[in-house]
């Protein structure tokens, strides 16, 4: 069962940045889609991105495309966010999760249940 870790959130200013970190422990992220999602204060959990394990498939929601850009490094088992030009918008609990399924060969869909395992979550609050 892997274990996913998110890091790096905090307190920035509206037009800041900020990068998040999720690091993968007990198993590998290699050979698996990796999500983004966010949950801002009484609003369900929403996509933000995801990334094939495939080189450069990418795919961001509408409100963030532009602006936020997600890599990967499976040499360190993590996956990264780097998150641009920040809105208050952009404030919620942002949690990364993986595929459930290896090599998957159609894009992973965006909805929760495409995801098998998630992180614990790390709060980005936008201020202006």
């Known amino acids: 069962q892997v274990e996913l870790v998110e890091s790096g959130g905090g307190l920035v200013q509206v037009g800041g940045s900020l990068r998040l970190s999720c690091a993968a422990s007990q198993s590998t992220l290699s050979g698996y889609w990796m999500g983004w999602f966010r949950q801002a204060p009484g609003k369900e959990r929403e996509f933000v991105g995801r990334?094939?394990?495939?080189?450069?498939?990418?795919d961001y929601a509408d409100s963030v495309r532009g602006r936020f850009t997600i890599s990967r490094d499976n040499s360190k088992n993590t996956v990264y966010l780097q998150m641009n030009s920040l809105k208050r918008e952009d404030t919620a609990v942002y949690y990364c999760a993986r595929d459930r399924i290896m090599w998957r060969d159609r894009t992973v869909g965006r909805s929760e249940a495409d995801f098998g395992s998630w992180g614990q979550g790390t709060q980005v609050t936008v201020s202006s």
């Open positions: 990334i094939s394990w495939r080189p450069g498939v990418l």
